[in-house]
């Protein structure tokens, strides 16, 4: 049996990968991912874990010696943030069209310049294109469980894509939190041994990564796409697996008290802990808020998320980074898209909070839900506004 | 004895009237008429035989050998990216480390080689290739110079010779061609105190596959150094790559020697050294250069064999003389 423990998101994290019987961990520190490899590294030192601890010079070589290792037939882990993101960024494309099934937990943190070592989602924002699973954590005890079933999920041969774990840096990196924690044969009976179907072997010799022509780059790209797409069901099959061993569930879109709301706030990760105090806080004033969080970024599961905001007047889609794009945040401007291509047409507000470590408080949400109603209400232009901004 | 020395206690050498038949790159790959540069990727494979697991840097290597549907390789290969090579076969190395020991695999024999273009090496993978060296994997890293960035049309690299022409570094009115001097990377690998390291040619075929053979026997990681020449981006004919690499040897401009254990040992001792404008009249990428240019570049060119000769001296080791090693040649 698990056990219920007070950790350390990180050294929970770390714990989670061990039990996971990972084979081959590259890492490179940078803050404020490096509780993670660090705890992974003593329990190699220790014993307690079997597995190769690669002390890389680079994230660049993280993700390489990561990409090396599991073409070779291992399971691997690694762990970045923001500027180190950046480097390995090349790499990661590399890693999802090779179709290899590595897990990286990314301690979401905002990129230079200035220089800012604390929380928001541009890294995770940049990853969106490179062909990864993402899924975002909201509190410790999800980043333990989506770590497993990232596992489970990229080495799905049905699959076999890498999978990122999104978990904000500091504000769950950092803290210490009661976290259930299975066993090892929990996690046995979850996750299966992995079994690389190719694999670099001189036994039965492979080419990987060759060169494709513009005769084969497209249908390598379609391919690719196709499997992304297909991933979804096999994302949600895995959680739904996951609530029958531990009871806990997870959708790719999750609602909180959304029951006809008219205007429905939209965030990622564990600011969604603070909007639910928030809409807490509206519902008891008698107003129709309620909260969408979106538990999975790639694939963007569009139609479960259109689904659940149909039905509202009016939507406030918080991101946590910028686009530079057509007044609008990264998230929104996919929110806006996916409504369309749907045909509905909630009236959409856009903010941008919370970045690099500014605190997103409870009264912002109420700011951001009242304007929200207030621009609905008064016809305004739909748009966006950088919250809290001192002039 | 050290780890080098001691894993080469029973080392023996291709024998020249049986080499071994294994062709691990096949043929019918597509590198251009008459490249050096395939000729010694072939005696490096030869060398290795087929329990080999090959990272590839992006460069002329890899595009030739494996344009999709097609691959030249008949042992595992795997292309990532350009300046990774390194740290590529450093996880595939400590995936079979692992793998072997957890006893998921029964594979302790597997021999890991990495090898990138000197663009790959000297300069965007230098960094990845220096990690990989410290860390102590157990792989051979090989670099095939051919002096510049041929894939992508002949840009200079900081391999580049001196006075050389490139696209980028053009000789005008303002510049002789490549300002700076070339990069040692051999040396620099030297300097991580790895077990071995070795420069090689493919006009040397023995000496080359030996060198090989040792750098799979000694356990950690090894360095080779291998001339390529490049009828494309040096200008010279396509019948000359052998020549022209012989050339570089017989005139102290690449010359050819071993660190075993940190003791250097020259391959062949160049009694009677033929002057660098010989080697540099076959070329046209130096057609350029008047006889003060030369006379410089010649100066330098018997500096540096002192200073690689005074090393070899002080570890004591025995120099091999040019006649014996042409017998085995």
């Given at each position: 049996m698990g056990k219920r423990v007070g950790m350390e998101v990180s050294i929970a994290a770390a714990e989670v990968v061990g039990l996971c019987d990972v084979d081959v961990i590259a890492a490179y520190p940078i803050t404020p991912q490096t509780h993670i490899v660090e705890h992974l590294s003593e329990l190699v030192a220790d014993g307690h874990l079997d597995a190769e601890f690669v002390p890389v010079e680079s994230e660049h070589s993280a993700m390489s010696t990561c990409v090396g290792a599991a073409a070779a037939g291992a399971r691997t882990f690694t762990s970045t943030s923001s500027q180190g993101y950046a480097l390995?960024?090349?790499?990661?494309?590399?890693?999802?069209?090779?179709?290899?099934?590595?897990?990286?937990?990314?301690a979401?943190?905002?990129?230079?310049?200035?220089?800012?070592?604390?929380?928001?989602?541009?890294?995770?924002?940049?990853?969106?294109?490179?062909g990864w699973i993402q899924t975002v954590a909201e509190n410790g005890q999800e980043v333990v469980d989506l770590l497993l079933h990232a596992y489970r999920v990229a080495e799905d041969p049905r699959v076999l894509l890498p999978v990122m774990v999104n978990l904000d840096g500091f504000t769950l990196t950092h803290m210490i939190e009661p976290i259930w924690l299975p066993d090892k044969d929990e996690v046995q009976r979850y996750l299966p041994p992995y079994k690389p179907q190719i694999r670099l072997d001189p036994r039965n010799p492979m080419t990987f990564g060759p060169v494709g022509m513009p005769e084969v780059y497209t249908e390598a790209k379609k391919a690719q796409d196709e499997a992304m797409n297909g991933a979804l069901p096999v994302i949600v099959e895995a959680w739904q697996e996951f609530e029958k061993q531990f009871g806990r569930s997870y959708h790719p879109v999750e609602t909180y008290k959304t029951e006809g709301a008219e205007i429905l706030l939209l965030t990622v990760g564990s600011v969604s802990e603070t909007a639910m105090t928030a809409v807490d806080k509206m519902r008891a004033q008698g107003r129709n808020v309620g909260l969408v969080r979106l538990r999975l970024w790639r694939p963007f599961p569009a139609k479960e998320l259109v689904n659940v905001l149909k039905t509202a007047k009016a939507v406030a889609v918080v991101d946590r980074a910028m686009a530079f794009s057509t007044r609008s945040g990264p998230l929104c401007t996919e929110v806006k898209a996916a409504l369309y291509d749907h045909g509905v047409s909630p009236y959409v507000q856009n903010y941008i909070a919370g970045l690099g470590g500014r605190d997103v408080t409870v009264e912002d949400f109420e700011m951001m839900a009242a304007k929200t109603s207030d621009g609905l209400a008064k016809g305004l232009p739909m748009g966006y506004e950088i919250v809290n901004v001192r002039e | 004895m050290g780890i080098a020395a001691e894993a080469l206690k029973d080392f023996k050498g291709f024998n020249p009237k049986k080499l071994p038949e294994v062709e691990p790159l096949s043929p019918g790959h597509r590198a251009c008429q008459g490249c050096g540069e395939i000729l010694a990727l072939r005696q490096v494979l030869?060398?290795?035989?087929?329990?080999?697991?090959?990272?590839?840097?992006?460069?002329?290597?890899?595009?030739?050998?494996?344009?999709?549907?097609?691959?030249?390789?008949?042992?595992?290969?795997?292309?990532?990216?350009?300046?990774?090579?390194?740290?590529?076969?450093?996880?595939?190395?400590?995936?079979?480390?692992?793998?072997?020991?957890?006893?998921r695999i029964n594979q302790p024999d597997v021999v890991f080689l990495a090898y990138g273009g000197d663009g790959g090496t000297a300069d965007i993978g230098l960094q990845a290739l220096s990690g990989a060296l410290e860390r102590g994997h157990n792989f051979i890293y090989v670099c095939l110079d051919n002096e510049a960035y041929m894939n992508t049309g002949i840009q200079r690299s900081s391999s580049t010779p001196y006075g050389a022409m490139t696209t980028t570094s053009p000789p005008g009115k303002k510049s002789i061609g490549q300002r700076t001097w070339k990069k040692n990377v051999a040396y620099i690998a030297a300097a991580h105190g790895i077990p071995y390291v070795a420069t090689a040619s493919p006009a040397f075929a023995l000496d080359l596959m030996n060198k090989v053979k040792k750098a799979a026997m000694i356990p950690g990681p090894a360095y080779l150094h291998i001339y390529s020449p490049c009828p494309t981006g040096w200008r010279h004919e396509t019948d000359l790559a052998i020549e022209v690499a012989r050339l570089a040897v017989q005139s102290k401009v690449f010359p050819l020697y071993e660190v075993i254990d940190g003791k250097w040992i020259l391959s062949r001792k160049i009694a009677k050294p033929k002057p660098v404008s010989e080697y540099f009249k076959v070329q046209r990428r130096f057609r350029h250069l008047t006889e003060k240019d030369i006379e410089e570049i010649q100066r330098r060119v018997d500096e540096e064999y002192e200073e690689l000769l005074r090393r070899c001296a002080m570890s004591g080791e025995p120099e091999k003389k040019e006649a014996e090693e042409a017998k085995e040649d």
């Open positions: 390995m960024a090349e790499i990661c494309y590399i890693a999802s069209s090779l179709r290899l099934p590595i897990v990286m937990a990314v979401n943190r905002a990129l230079s310049a200035p220089i800012n070592i604390w929380n928001d989602h541009s890294d995770m924002m940049m990853a969106r294109d490179t | 030869k060398a290795l035989g087929e329990n080999v697991i090959v990272a590839s840097a992006t460069g002329c290597m890899e595009i030739v050998t494996s344009p999709f549907p097609q691959t030249a390789w008949r042992v595992p290969w795997i292309h990532v990216a350009f300046e990774n090579a390194a740290a590529v076969i450093s996880g595939v190395e400590s995936a079979y480390k692992a793998l072997n020991r957890k006893g």
